[in-house]
Each structure stands twice: as structure tokens, then as C-alpha cells.
């Protein structure tokens, strides 16, 4: 059909470093900035080409997929404003604590959100959210060996996190609620189904979890 086949371990992305001739920051907010940058293109007949893209600068973010003995899945239910919906989500945060590496963020997020701790970690699926327009990078932490915080030493939840509940899902219920268009957050989405290809595959694609994170998956500065 004249289109190449690519072999399996080639498949990888990868890192490339375009001429920026020009940044200008357009919008300075509490955890995102908005810059427009000129960024030269490969060169046409001698003379490179630029284009201008206005991206945000996105600090990142940890989701984690706390699975229990029994396969089931915990999720809470939080209000998105932008889109106006309650979403099921699995529990996330940002890398917005200084210094503090993605594995330290996703343990102290699913304490504050799913009221839970870990014995087991791995990584179970690095993406980028929005690619064409920010740079926010996403891990997908899988978290087995359950044990609850104790009620004294819970996180006081508050915004939008205040009526937060976790609850708990059997995984091929929450494979079907994705695949028919239930829920749709893009972590609970990319978790679930990466969850029933790592369980069908025997676990094998699981990843350690202190697995650095791929170049260029970071912002500048952030620690790994």
C-alpha cells in the first residue's frame, strides 16, 4: 500500500529541539503561564520557516491507580468547572511542591484524596495531556497493598476537594463505564485501560517506580 511499517522497538518518541527565536509570556496565572514563542521549522529551500504557538507552561502532574485485592479500582467524584460535569476520576495532583520528586506526590495524593497507603508501586503509563497546546506531562502511578489512614491523621479536604468520597469499582465494571463513554477523564481513561492490558500481559509491562521519566517528560527543573 506504499505506507512503511515500523518494527514494535522502534516506536518510541522522541526528543527535538526546534530554534526558538522569540518567547513572549501572554498570561501569568497561579499555576500555569501562557507564552506565545516563534519557533523555527526545518528549511525550505534554503530559508527556515517559522511558525508562532501560544502554549502553556504546565508544571505537570501525577495520577495514581490505587487497585485492591479483590481488582477493584478507586475512584472519587469531583466537579470540573470548565466542563461543567462531575467526573470519576482516579486521585491526582500537580508537581506544584518544589523539589519534591513524582513518585513523593502521587504517595501524598492518594493519602489526601483516596485516604490510602501503599506498600507496592509502579508505573503503569506515562502521556502527555494536550500536546498540541501545553506542555503538561502525566505519570500514571499503580498503587496495590492497601491500608487506610488512620481517621486522626486524614486530610482536611477543601475547594473542590471538600466533598470528596472515595469509592471503590470492580476493574471490568470501570473498563466497560470507559469504553461506553461513561467517564471520560483522560487519567481514569488512560489508567483503566492501561490497567487491563498490564493485568492481561501477567504484569510484565509494569515499570519500577522510580523509573526515571522519559526526556523532555519534565519542565525545566524538575526534579525526577
Excluded: K
Excluded at 514494535?8 to 500555569?32: N, P, Q, T, Y
Excluded at 479483590?70 to 472519587?76: G, P, S
Excluded at 493519602?111 to 497507603?117: F, I, T, W
Excluded at 477523564?185 to 483503566?192: A, D, F, Q
Amino acid at each position: 500500500m506504499g505506507v512503511p511499517v515500523v518494527a514494535g522497538a522502534d516506536l518510541r518518541d522522541e526528543v527535538e529541539h526546534r530554534r526558538v527565536r522569540s518567547i513572549e509570556e501572554v498570561f501569568h496565572g497561579r499555576i500555569w503561564n501562557v507564552v506565545r514563542e516563534e519557533v523555527e521549522l526545518p528549511a525550505t529551500e534554503g530559508e527556515p520557516q517559522t511558525l508562532v504557538r501560544d502554549l502553556q507552561q504546565h508544571p505537570g502532574a501525577v495520577t495514581v491507580l490505587a487497585l485492591d485485592a479483590a481488582e477493584n479500582v478507586y475512584l472519587v467524584q469531583q466537579y470540573r468547572h470548565p466542563v461543567r460535569r462531575l467526573l470519576w476520576e482516579l486521585p491526582a495532583g500537580l508537581l506544584d511542591v518544589a523539589g519534591e520528586a513524582p513518585l513523593v506526590a502521587a504517595q501524598r495524593e492518594l493519602a489526601e484524596e483516596a485516604d490510602l497507603v501503599a506498600g507496592e508501586w509502579a508505573v503503569l503509563a506515562d502521556w502527555f495531556n494536550s500536546p498540541g497546546g501545553s506542555s503538561e506531562a502525566n505519570r500514571i502511578y499503580l498503587a496495590r497493598g492497601l491500608t487506610a489512614v488512620p481517621p486522626a491523621q486524614r486530610h482536611v479536604r477543601e475547594d473542590e476537594e471538600r466533598d470528596l468520597v472515595p469509592v471503590r469499582v470492580p476493574l471490568d465494571e470501570a473498563v466497560a463505564a470507559v469504553l461506553d463513554g461513561r467517564c471520560a477523564n483522560p487519567g481514569t481513561v488512560i489508567g483503566v485501560l492501561a490497567l487491563q492490558a498490564a493485568r492481561a500481559a501477567g504484569w510484565s509491562t509494569l515499570r519500577p517506580a522510580d523509573a526515571p521519566w522519559p526526556e523532555g517528560l519534565t519542565r525545566p527543573g524538575q526534579e525526577t
